[in-house]
């Protein structure tokens, strides 16, 4: 018995050195999370359901939260944000509450802490999942250090209309590229092992369909088509809950008259039962009692019996399951059984993070807060998440160049950081201004605005005076923090305040301008942009904007990054995406007619019957995936390893790329494919794969892609995962718009 003891252990050994005993380590969390049950009231169960928020500028804690975490009746707190708050609730639990369980610190980390990073979108910009990744890394790293171990990030709903405040959060248009930053994300967060002390629980939201907002408007329906909501809303979701995930919220909206987070479609046959989600699902704020104004719940406890037996296990700041989850057991309208499943989720992920061993926040982890290191990659990603949208052979200036900076973006540094960066500080943050300033370079400053919305012009004539003395004007427009972000939705996206009619005035000068952007959204320019002659797009671009933006502008470094969403000429445009779909009279540049050579008196029918606006066209002012650089490229001889593949074929395909220009560079190349007939109607192209690639001045380079059928897949109207046999086109080129195209058969009809 003794030797076969020995042997047995060693053989438990050896599985776990081979990294083969997840299931070992399943049963030893199994059997602690059902040994605390059992030793469970159903008081602190119900606790465990509740996560209380607080002010992130409270001064002290009220004795009613201490009491309520003494008697074990929370579970988490969100913006606990002094360490002697944290350490003190903490210690309550642990010493004070009747089964010493920890609890766990929450907070909108979402992208930085101290050291502030681009904007989501404007990380999604870069094309880069190592950016994406480092990023919150170091966001978790700062926030773990205050006790923070869970971040409400990252945010993976899909954006297709710029109106929408938060689709500065977003990772924009694409569900491929929304993929892979939403595992990267998670991974950056989570950090190697989720219980480590400087790795914070991501969490995926909003679960789901919030971005379809009608209207762009924020919090507004979501009607979507399963097949839609399949094959486009839900993959950044799925790669996120592969990557492990640890938690995820609910949507604020209701998805075809169907509140989120009381919705059973959603949280039990999607997350639970498909995707195998087995960490614990939290509301939004105060989503569960929205639901009455939904028209969904009649009063708060018909709220919480809506979202309880949805699945939603964890309530923020609202009280609905604090207050009737026991008379609703009592009532037999949710039972004991599915109770203890939720308090299973939500004490699996503490245990995962290393709370019951480790409850207190790690006094050794200092954070590293604004440490050369973490200022580096912020200013590395700000350079790689900038998009130049234009260059009439203006950029890079010579350092010899007599700059005039004018604009209310140059040296405002609360607004670059830009939304949900409640904690970096100002004083930290460099701003164009500050870097011109440190460069030492010829410049004359005057902002000739206060802030983005201002619309006086008492300065402008001071504006254009410094513009008169100076070689080319560098203006750094765009809009406040504040006008992006949850609730800040906006009709009309161009550039507020007076900053059109000072650019304007500028122009008249007869001196070249370069217009740098920082927004939460797209900015429609197609009224000033004849009248500048390069712009930038930076985003709000964090900590490091500045010098980053410097480094751009004088050539120290390119600007590299790609739009992750299609920019439209005009608001009246949106929503728009490039992965749309045909109608049945699509336009087309031989028929298309402008509003302004449409002749007087024209018969109705004379000009053709397409899908268009009169105005603006049908095409985007830079489609998705545009981008310049300080160099040009040239694509040649497209070859695809074979014209017909099955469905046990990889197709393989290679591109020539030349760097023709004078400088070394870095293009981002890009493979887009469209399923030309399918059961149901397909995107005109949807982009499957992407290389970054650099290529010395006249070099030439071989790009390789592979794809498989597996990749060709999507769900149909039957709700069925398929390749369909039939032609497929494909291109390979610089951005959604142009490249070289080639096509390919896929033989069978099943999969």
């Given at each position: 018995m003794k030797y076969f003891c020995l042997v047995f252990i060693s053989f438990l050994f050896l599985n776990c050195s081979n990294n083969k005993s997840l299931e070992l380590i399943s049963n030893e969390e199994d059997l602690f999370i059902n040994d605390l049950l059992s030793t469970m009231s159903i008081e602190e169960k119900i606790g465990q359901t509740n996560l209380r928020g607080t002010s992130s500028?409270?001064?002290?804690?009220?004795?009613?939260?201490?009491?309520?975490?003494?008697?074990?009746?929370?579970?988490?707190?969100?913006?606990?944000?002094?360490?002697?708050?944290?350490?003190?609730?903490?210690?309550?639990?642990?010493?004070?509450?009747?089964?010493?369980?920890?609890?766990?610190?929450?907070?909108?980390?979402?992208h930085g802490f101290k050291t502030v990073f681009p904007i989501p979108l404007g990380i999604a910009s870069s094309w880069d999942e190592e950016v994406a990744?480092?990023?919150?890394?170091i966001a978790a790293i700062e926030a773990s250090a205050a006790g923070?171990?869970?971040?409400?990030?990252?945010?993976?709903?899909?954006?297709?209309?710029?109106?929408?405040?938060?689709?500065?959060?977003?990772?924009?248009?694409?569900?491929?590229?929304?993929?892979?930053?939403?595992?990267?994300?998670?991974?950056?967060f989570q950090g190697d092992s989720l219980n480590s002390s400087t790795s914070i629980a991501a969490c995926a939201k909003h679960f789901l369909g919030y971005g379809a907002a009608i209207g762009g408007r924020d919090y507004n329906t979501a009607i979507i088509t399963e097949p839609l909501l399949r094959n486009v809303y839900l993959p950044p979701f799925q790669a996120a809950l592969e990557?492990?995930?640890?938690?995820?919220?609910?949507a604020f909206n209701e998805l075809n008259g169907i509140p989120a987070t009381g919705n059973k479609f959603?949280?039990?046959?999607?997350?639970?039962?498909?995707?195998?989600?087995?960490?614990f699902v939290v509301s939004d704020w105060e989503s569960v009692i929205e639901?009455?104004?939904?028209?969904?719940?009649?009063?708060?406890?018909?709220?919480?019996?809506?979202?309880?037996?949805?699945?939603?296990?964890?309530?923020?700041?609202?009280?609905?399951?604090?207050?009737?989850?026991?008379?609703?057991?009592?009532?037999?309208?949710?039972?004991i059984k599915q109770l203890d499943e939720f308090v299973k989720n939500i004490l699996r992920i503490k245990y995962r993070l290393g709370l019951f061993n480790s409850p207190y926040r790690d006094k050794n982890n200092t954070g590293n807060f604004y440490s050369k290191a973490h200022l580096a990659l912020a200013k590395k990603a700000a350079v790689k998440s900038t998009v130049m949208l234009k260059n009439e052979n203006i950029l890079p200036l010579s350092k010899n160049t007599k700059v005039a900076i004018i604009g209310p973006l140059t040296d405002a540094p609360l607004d670059q950081m830009g939304t949900w960066a409640f904690d970096g500080e100002k004083e930290h943050t460099i701003t164009p201004l500050k870097a011109f300033k440190t460069a030492g370079v010829k410049f004359e400053y005057f902002n000739g605005l206060t802030h983005s919305r201002d619309k006086t012009k008492n300065g402008f004539q001071k504006a254009v005076n410094i513009a008169k003395n100076s070689d080319v004007v560098v203006f750094f427009a765009g809009e406040e923090a504040i006008l992006s972000g949850e609730a800040h939705s906006r009709a009309n996206i161009d550039?507020?305040?007076?900053?059109?009619?000072?650019?304007?005035?500028?122009?008249?000068?007869?001196?070249?301008?370069?217009?740098?952007?920082?927004?939460?959204?797209?900015?429609?320019?197609?009224?000033?942009?004849?009248?500048?002659?390069?712009?930038?797009?930076?985003?709000?671009?964090?900590?490091?904007?500045?010098?980053?933006?410097?480094?751009?502008?004088?050539?120290?470094?390119?600007?590299?990054?790609?739009?992750?969403?299609?920019?439209?000429?005009?608001?009246?445009?949106?929503?728009?995406?490039?992965?749309?779909?045909?109608?049945?009279?699509?336009?087309?540049?031989k028929d298309y007619v402008a509003i302004e050579d449409i002749p007087i008196g024209a018969w109705q029918s004379s000009l053709g019957n397409d899908s268009h606006y009169l105005d603006i066209g049908y095409k985007p002012h830079f489609p998705f995936g545009y981008g310049l650089g300080y160099t040009k490229f040239k694509y040649e001889n497209i070859v695809l390893s074979n014209d017909t593949i099955s469905l046990n074929e990889k197709l393989k395909l290679k591109v020539s790329i030349t760097n023709t220009g004078k400088r070394d560079g870095k293009e981002i190349v890009q493979l887009y494919i469209q399923d030309?007939?399918?059961?149901?109607?397909?995107?005109?192209?949807?982009?499957?794969?992407?290389?970054?690639?650099?290529?010395?001045?006249?070099?030439?380079?071989?790009?390789?892609?592979t794809i498989s059928p597996e990749e060709l897949k999507f769900t149909n109207h039957k709700k069925i995962h398929v390749a369909e046999e039939g032609e497929f086109n494909i291109w390979i080129g610089p951005n959604s718009a142009s490249g070289l195209k080639g096509a390919f058969y896929l033989k069978n009809k099943t999969m």
């Open positions: 500028r409270a001064k002290t804690i009220s004795e009613d939260l201490k009491q309520s975490v003494r008697e074990g009746k929370v579970g988490a707190l969100l913006n606990v944000m002094k360490t002697e708050f944290v350490d003190e609730l903490q210690k309550i639990a642990i010493e004070e509450s009747p089964n010493k369980i920890p609890l766990v610190f929450g907070r909108d980390v979402i990744k480092s990023s919150s890394r923070i171990r869970w971040t409400f990030a990252p945010m993976l709903d899909i954006a297709r209309d710029s109106r929408w405040g938060r689709i500065a959060e977003s990772p924009g248009e694409d569900p491929y590229l929304a993929s892979i930053l939403g595992k990267a994300y998670v991974e950056g990557a492990g995930a640890a938690t995820v919220m609910t959603l949280l039990k046959q999607i997350l639970r039962d498909e995707l195998k989600f087995d960490g639901m009455i104004n939904h028209g969904y719940a009649k009063d708060e406890k018909h709220a919480g019996e809506l979202a309880a037996n949805a699945g939603m296990d964890m309530e923020m700041t609202s009280s609905t399951y604090e207050d009737y989850l026991k008379d609703l057991i009592n009532e037999g309208k949710f039972t550039l507020p305040g007076a900053q059109e009619e000072l650019i304007e005035e500028l122009a008249k000068t007869g001196k070249p301008i370069v217009l740098v952007i920082m927004a939460g959204r797209p900015i429609t320019i197609t009224n000033i942009i004849n009248d500048v002659d390069a712009v930038l797009m930076s985003w709000h671009p964090g900590t490091m904007g500045g010098e980053a933006l410097y480094d751009i502008i004088f050539g120290i470094q390119e600007p590299q990054g790609r739009l992750a969403v299609s920019w439209p000429k005009l608001a009246g445009q949106l929503p728009y995406y490039y992965n749309h779909k045909n109608t049945g009279r699509p336009a087309n540049d030309v007939v399918g059961s149901i109607t397909r995107p005109v192209k949807e982009l499957k794969r992407f290389q970054h690639v650099n290529i010395k001045s006249g070099e030439t380079k071989e790009v390789s892609f």
